[in-house]
């Protein structure tokens, strides 16, 4: 395999690849392949799928048009890294939903790719979430813990064990992971609102479903619970809709993590907000380990975990963990208007200022220069670009498509 081949050509013949893939471009895929080129699906994939593939032909006909066949899906980069020996790596997310299911899969990808020397694509390895593709043709996981309808481009999930506070049992975690794909592969969602049915919008993980009856470690089951929850929170992450949470009562523990998914928060007179970990001798889950220290500081968050310390509502609007302090009996109606506001806006431009904004801690200056650019450029193409300068420049206020 040859070093000569620039970075800016791997990377251009990469895209050139997901493109093709993206319109079924048979004599484009063909021409972009060398004829020695291996495939190695990651084991575990559905259908026979997993596995090697030699030859452009095995490759098309054993993984991708055998995932055309089962799924609606595109492979969508979204960042490229040079290797050594003139490799590419790419990472991203496969985003569509099964045919006969309907439902949605997101599955985070690696790709590695090899050239040959005259610049065509001479290998591929894939790395994939293969339970997502699983879950995605296993049919829609109902939803008994979360009630979940979109309307007006908002996607509302309310959690819904208003008995227990909305505690956190291992059905509540899979069913976070089940709407958070559909909402990211439903265009039709631009804004989401997360809210809590009862008296508080949840008080994090349910101690009376740990207890009923355990045979597994305690460890096991945290960790059974906790991949679904988190996956769900990283798909969440990545949505171009911006999302809202509506705080109240007392929220807790993991619980905390619906607050960390949004990028909006308001809250409920006196509500309060506890990490609860150390009173049940646990290190956390639900990302507050990330997240709190860089919402309210290092040393805040080393008390709020340490000593089990509950930040009030005044203390979260002050150190930035919420946005507004709102009145109780008007939180649900303040935080759907807000939720509608955004989602008449620029869907496409607010999915690139979360990725921006979040991407962020891990580049330098340079590099968050050059993804602005991306970005830009990606949101300038857009309609809904087009549609509001020319309002702007006939000082009109522009109505936004979400494209």
Not at 226 to 236: A, N
């Amino acid at each position: 395999m040859s070093l000569d081949i620039s970075h800016d050509a791997r990377v251009n013949a990469a895209q050139q690849l997901y493109t093709a893939l993206g319109t079924g471009d048979r004599d484009a895929l063909n021409a972009l392949l060398h004829p020695d080129f291996v495939g190695h699906a990651a084991d575990g994939m559905p259908l026979g799928m997993g596995g090697e593939h030699r030859g452009p032909r095995a490759m098309q006909t054993n993984l991708w048009w055998r995932i055309g066949e089962h799924f609606r899906v595109r492979a969508q980069p979204r960042h490229f890294e040079g290797l050594e020996n003139g490799r590419l790596m790419v990472g991203g997310s496969y985003l569509g939903t099964a045919r006969r299911t309907g439902k949605a899969l997101d599955a985070a990808f690696i790709h590695i790719l090899e050239f040959a020397p005259d610049g065509r694509i001479a290998g591929l390895r894939q790395l994939t979430d293969t339970a997502a593709w699983h879950a995605a043709l296993d049919g829609p996981v109902p939803l008994e813990t979360i009630e979940y309808t979109v309307h007006g481009g908002i996607a509302t999930v309310c959690l819904n064990r208003p008995d227990v506070r909305n505690a956190i049992d291992l059905r509540m975690g899979q069913e976070t992971l089940e709407v958070a794909r559909r909402i990211a592969a439903d265009d039709t969602v631009r804004a989401v609102l997360i809210c809590g049915n009862g008296p508080a919008l949840t008080v994090g993980g349910d101690i009376g479903y740990f207890l009923d009856g355990r045979s597994e470690a305690f460890g096991d089951l945290f960790r059974k619970m906790t991949d679904p929850f988190h996956q769900g929170f990283e798909i969440l992450s990545r949505v171009h809709a911006p999302i809202i949470a509506a705080a109240h009562g007392v929220v807790a523990g993991g619980g905390l993590g619906y607050v960390y998914a949004a990028d909006l928060v308001l809250a409920a007179e006196g509500t309060r907000f506890v990490t609860a970990f150390a009173g049940i001798g646990l290190s956390g889950d639900g990302g507050g380990t990330w997240h709190l220290p860089r919402l309210i500081g290092p040393r805040r968050a080393a008390q709020a975990y340490l000593r089990n310390w509950p930040i009030t509502d005044t203390e979260a609007l002050d150190w930035g963990l919420i946005n507004e302090i709102v009145p109780a009996d008007e939180l649900r109606d303040r935080a759907t208007a807000l939720a509608t506001q955004l989602a008449n806006g620029p869907t496409a431009a607010f999915g690139r200022m979360r990725q921006l904004l979040r991407e962020s801690w891990g580049n330098d200056l340079p590099a968050q220069f050059a993804a602005e650019s991306r970005g830009i450029k990606f949101t300038g193409d857009s309609a809904d670009a087009a549609v509001a300068i020319a309002a702007f420049a006939n000082k009109h206020t522009p109505e936004f498509i979400g494209r």
